[in-house]
């Protein structure tokens, strides 16, 4: 049989198992026009199910998300379920509004009940931080939320979570691949047609409940914001949050305040990426906020913008690692010690619970400064909720790609309603004082020294390059980057300390200043990534500007540095 054959072959094969006429449609058109090129490149291997779940592009054919892919992982962690004594177990499902995820969702529940599971839906598509809530509300066994996040349009994603609110890792990842890899036709797999239940808003009603509860009781409530959802499905919670919790209501970007899977203003739907917030901005000159505040596609993530004189339309984004540190500054503010441990200071388990601040290797380093100068604990983990949120005693955690958990009673992944809402607390908190969020970060600074960050990030089409670059930097470490010394560089895929493997490098640079790298493949999109930061000490508020301006030259000099050793 040649090549093409056995191309066509494996699409006809598809063919006869997909219930969807969409894709049915797409790769009949593919197989009519014999293009083995294009079958080739979506009968290449399948997506695989990692600590990411699933996520690629829709499409027909096994390297895309589709039903039958869906179908197929849900069958498995249906059986990865029963195997762990879960049979009769429920399941709770979310789904975001990204092209098929109502139908996604509905398999998923499909296969649920006719594995013998109780299967719930969540009543329409909404944040991902409410189906997180969901299973620990509900004493479910395991989550599924179906989304792609802050993805391109065109993608599709499968997150897992399993009963204790958390998303998976490892074992549990290869344990629930191994037994998709073992699903046999879908034909065979029962798929009732109802026997699931789809919630009301109950669930949504006790989230809400929990997200005016991360705020003082008598805080003030005076910060006026713009808020984007992006197109997705953050803005009617956001404004029954913001109304509960009694701030004025948001001034909303009209233009992507609606969910719409096509994403029609922005070429990514991430607020980190150019041009994404040029509306949002836009509409900041217009109604004059104290901030605005944007959520991705499924409003697990939030972020912020200030009024800056400097900045180019005289706004200015904060990085997620300014974001984060504010956050534990407020947190230290508003007294975590005391309210954490149940007052007072002494052992024990009820005094030690929830005294931990998290965040990942990636991240800056100011948070564990400022959780030290508090008595608290502090873990840096991999990068990823599914690390952050396992810290032992939480409290609060945040990772650099705007993630931020506030409350891991409620929600133990990452949550940008309850972020949003603890930011305009601090600024309605700051507002009363006559000072602002960038005052804050000056006066962090000057406490703890400038931590400065920046990111150097490859897209590539071939992940070929990546790997690339990765062998060159591991076969010829770097010995210094923008003049300082690398005083230690480890490779993370040996493992570190308290750290599981990961494929990953990391940095120690000593001189006139300390720094930190780290380089490691993206887990959901195709980028190499490398994380930047460096620490100028700072005198006091008058030698700011200067610390800022060497902080710039540095990481500018590390970002050419490493690109030439990395081949990028």
């Keep these: 049989m040649t090549v093409a054959q056995d191309l066509i072959a494996q699409a006809r094969a ?55 892919t869906v179908i197929r992982a849900a069958a498995g962690l249906a059986a990865y379920l029963k195997a762990r004594g879960h ?20 398999d998923t529940a499909a296969v649920m009940t006719g594995a013998g599971l109780r299967a719930a839906l969540l009543p329409r598509p909404l944040p991902t931080p409410v189906l997180a809530f969901a299973i620990r509300h509900l004493g479910a066994v395991a989550g599924v939320e179906v989304t792609a996040s802050h993805n391109p349009p065109r993608d599709n994603g499968y997150k897992v979570y399993l009963g204790d609110g958390a998303q998976i890792v490892p074992p549990a990842d290869a ?5 998709i890899a073992a699903v046999g036709s879908i034909l065979d797999l029962p798929r009732p047609e109802s026997g699931w239940e789809t919630l009301g808003d109950e669930v949504l009603e006790s989230y809400l409940e929990r997200t005016d509860a991360v705020l003082s009781p008598h805080s003030p409530r005076t910060a006026r914001v713009v808020h984007t959802a992006l197109h997705g499905v953050g803005t009617d919670v956001v404004l029954a949050a913001w109304e509960r919790a009694g701030f004025p209501a948001p001034v909303l970007v009209g233009e992507q305040a609606e969910p719409d899977p096509d994403f029609p203003t922005v070429a990514f739907p991430n607020p980190e990426e150019p041009g994404a917030m040029d509306l949002a901005f836009a509409k900041a000159r217009e109604a004059g906020p104290d901030i605005v505040i944007a959520n991705d596609p499924d409003a697990d993530r939030c972020a912020v913008a200030v009024p800056d004189d400097t900045a180019d339309g005289g706004w200015r984004m904060l990085r997620g690692d300014e974001v984060g540190v504010l956050l534990g500054a407020h947190l230290v503010r508003k007294g975590v010690p005391a309210d954490a441990s149940g007052g007072g200071s002494g052992s024990g388990s009820a005094e030690e619970a929830n005294r931990t601040f998290a965040t990942s290797i990636v991240s800056s380093s100011l948070l564990g400064r400022i ?40 929600v133990r992944d990452k949550d940008g309603i309850t972020a949003a809402l603890l930011v305009a607390e601090l600024a309605s908190e700051l507002k009363a004082e006559g000072r602002t969020l960038t005052d804050l970060l000056d006066d962090l600074a000057v ?117 030439e050793a990395a081949g990028i």
């Design 14 to 68: 598809w063919l006869a198992e997909d219930p969807d006429a969409e894709t049915r449609d797409e790769l009949g058109r593919l197989v009519d026009a014999g293009d083995t090129a294009e079958l080739g490149a979506r009968f290449a291997g399948t997506l695989q199910f990692g600590t990411a779940g699933l996520r690629g592009e829709l499409g027909a054919g096994p390297m895309r998300m589709n039903r039958v």
């Design 87 to 106: 049979a009769g177990g429920l399941v709770v499902i979310g789904y975001d509004a990204r092209h098929k995820s109502a139908d996604f969702a509905r």
């Design 175 to 179: 344990g629930i691949a191994a037994e």
């Design 371 to 410: 959780a030290e100068a508090a008595g608290l604990g502090y873990e840096e983990t991999l990068t990823g909720f599914k690390w952050i949120s396992r810290a032992e005693g939480l409290r609060y955690g945040y990772e650099e790609a705007l993630g931020y958990c506030v409350d891991p009673d409620g």
């Design 447 to 563: 406490a703890h020294g400038l931590h400065a960050t920046d990111q150097l990030s490859v897209r590539v089409e071939d992940l070929g390059v990546i790997a690339e670059a990765m062998r060159r930097l591991r076969d010829k470490p770097p010995a210094a980057l923008a003049g300082l010394r690398v005083a230690s560089a480890e490779d993370l895929s040996e493992g570190s300390g308290a750290l599981p493997p990961t494929d990953g490098l990391r940095y120690r640079l000593e001189g006139e200043y300390d720094a930190r790298v780290i380089v490691r493949p993206s887990g959901t999109e195709p980028k190499l990534k490398c994380y930047l930061e460096v620490v100028v000490p700072v005198a006091g508020p008058s030698g700011l500007p200067a610390a800022r301006a060497r902080a710039a030259e540095v990481l500018a000099a590390v970002k050419r540095d490493l690109a």
